[in-house]
């Protein structure tokens, strides 16, 4: 039995997927079961992290866990208890979704928001591998209302590059480390096969709809006007910005050959995601 955290999420989803491809009796854990849509066969709990009992039950019988925590400030201790709950309940290897740049001092708060549960992995006494993917591709999504509208897409991270990497393959790393204790202790960086701008985004998928897209450079002291106003807390908005100044100063300009070791093929450039997502950036 492996149990998925987040399974109704970008990377849960999808691990939650390919283990069922391979015959591996999954556990989807979710706050909303009613609402899950999973392959048959897959087994699905409700789990809340504020909730110990729920996450024991969740966890129960199971060899294996995929780990995906809250970001942010607040949830310091929910992703502590997270881990807790795994390794109380008896299992045995621990696989910790992460983020690139954790424990750089130069990333700033943002950078430190994942370090407690990286930790907490680390510290479990059972087999463990963290994960720390960079960019995925499937943030561009959030450019489908002004593409359909025919209005720039927002920038703030000038002309930084990152490593843009397509969740699917973030997936596929964490169905291995789920599966075999080759990647026990190991802490991957996982990108895509090159390093690219806001710009060059765009102009992938520019390419891809045949029509011109525009980029807009949102200044950051406007942007943490929105996020305030949207309801975020200060320190969270202050955390994310510092990410976005770290990206534009060229310090997540980063591709590795992780994806690669692990799965023995080249990572996924961004116009394959493309590809296979166009259709819902047209009208």
């Given at each position: 039995?492996?149990?998925?955290?987040?399974?109704?999420?970008?990377?849960?989803?999808?691990?939650?997927?390919?283990?069922?491809?391979?015959?591996?009796?999954?556990?989807?854990?979710?706050?909303?079961?009613?609402?899950?849509?999973?392959?048959?066969?897959?087994?699905?709990?409700?789990?809340?992290?504020?909730?110990?009992e729920s996450l024991a039950a969740a966890?129960?019988?199971?060899?294996?866990?995929?780990?995906?925590?809250?970001?942010?400030?607040?949830?310091?201790?929910?992703?502590?208890?997270?881990?807790?709950?795994?390794?109380?309940?008896?299992?045995?290897?621990?696989?910790?979704?992460?983020?690139?740049?954790?424990?750089?001092?130069?990333?700033?708060?943002?950078?430190?928001?994942?370090?407690?549960?990286?930790?907490?992995?680390?510290?479990?006494?059972?087999?463990?591998?963290?994960?720390?993917?960079?960019?995925?591709?499937?943030?561009?999504?959030?450019?489908?209302?002004?593409?359909?509208?025919?209005?720039?897409?927002?920038?703030?991270?000038?002309?930084?590059?990152?490593?843009?990497?397509?969740?699917?393959?973030?997936?596929?790393?964490?169905?291995?480390?789920?599966?075999?204790?080759?990647?026990s202790g190991r802490i991957y960086t996982?990108?895509?096969?090159?390093?690219?701008?806001?710009?060059?985004?765009?102009?992938?998928?520019?390419?891809?709809?045949?029509h011109p897209i525009d980029v807009a450079?949102?200044?950051?002291?406007?942007?943490?006007?929105?996020?305030?106003?949207?309801?975020?807390?200060?320190?969270?908005?202050?955390?994310?910005?510092?990410?976005?100044?770290?990206?534009?100063?060229?310090?997540?300009?980063?591709?590795?050959?992780?994806?690669?070791?692990?799965?023995?093929?080249?990572?996924?450039?961004?116009?394959?995601?493309?590809?296979?997502?166009?259709?819902?950036?047209?009208?």
């Amino acid at each position: 039995m492996i149990v998925i955290t987040g399974a109704t999420g970008t990377i849960g989803s999808e691990v939650v997927r390919l283990l069922s491809e391979r015959g591996v009796k999954v556990r989807a854990v979710t706050r909303d079961p009613e609402q899950a849509r999973v392959p048959d066969g897959v087994e699905v709990v409700r789990g809340d992290y504020a909730d110990t009992e729920s996450l024991a039950a969740a966890f129960a019988g199971a060899e294996a866990a995929f780990l995906v925590g809250l970001l942010g400030p607040d949830y310091v201790e929910l992703d502590r208890a997270l881990v807790a709950a795994a390794r109380d309940a008896g299992v045995q290897r621990l696989v910790k979704l992460s983020a690139i740049g954790t424990g750089d001092p130069e990333l700033g708060r943002v950078g430190t928001w994942h370090l407690p549960g990286e930790q907490a992995v680390q510290d479990s006494g059972v087999a463990w591998t963290i994960l720390r993917p960079s960019s995925f591709a499937s943030n561009t999504r959030s450019w489908i209302a002004p593409i359909r509208a025919g209005q720039p897409v927002p920038n703030m991270t000038g002309t930084g590059a990152q490593g843009v990497i397509d969740p699917r393959d973030v997936a596929a790393v964490a169905a291995e480390a789920l599966l075999s204790e080759e990647h026990s202790g190991r802490i991957y960086t996982l990108t895509g096969p090159a390093a690219l701008t806001t710009h060059e985004q765009a102009a992938a998928l520019a390419a891809a709809l045949d029509h011109p897209i525009d980029v807009a450079d949102i200044p950051l002291d406007a942007a943490r006007e929105f996020m305030l106003e949207s309801g975020m807390s200060e320190e969270f908005a202050d955390g994310a910005l510092a990410g976005q100044a770290f990206v534009r100063d060229g310090g997540n300009a980063v591709v590795t050959g992780d994806v690669e070791q692990v799965l023995g093929r080249a990572p996924r450039a961004y116009a394959d995601w493309v590809r296979d997502h166009l259709t819902a950036f047209t009208a």
